[in-house]
């Protein structure tokens, strides 16, 4: 099992940067695939990026490519995703997810993620 723990949420504006950080505790996240998913309100739940066991493998929502950076320290049990020029239409809960059902597979689908944090709000301003 996996608990897992987001910060680094806040208010910004357009074009500014945030670095989120979830730190996960438990055995299994150094074997787990990890991803960022985010929720605006009214709207679905939705895969951000996600990024493998190892770190060698990563994917990006074609909404954030190019802005966004996920990365993983094994060794610290910590994800980040590091978002640079922001936008108003980033605004939304972020949630982090394992999946230990992936691994080397980095998955994109909601319910590819088995544990989820609670979430961390990040509101860009126009």
């Known amino acids: 099992q996996v608990q897992l723990v987001e910060s680094g949420g806040g208010l910004v504006q357009t074009g500014d940067s945030l670095r989120l950080s979830c730190a996960a505790s438990g055995r299994t996240f150094s074997r787990s695939a990890m991803g960022w998913l985010r929720q605006a309100p009214g709207k679905e739940r939705e895969f951000v990026a996600g990024i493998s066991r190892s770190g060698g493998s990563t994917n990006y929502a074609d909404s954030v490519k190019g802005r966004f950076t996920i990365s993983r320290d094994n060794a610290k049990n910590t994800v980040y995703l590091q978002m640079n020029s922001l936008e108003p239409e980033d605004t939304a809960v972020y949630y982090c997810?394992?999946?230990?059902?992936?691994?080397?597979?980095?998955?994109?689908?909601?319910?590819?993620?088995?544990?989820w944090g609670q979430g961390t709000q990040v509101t860009v301003s126009s």
């Open positions: 997810a394992a999946s230990i059902s992936y691994g080397v597979i980095v998955p994109r689908r909601v319910y590819d993620f088995e544990y």
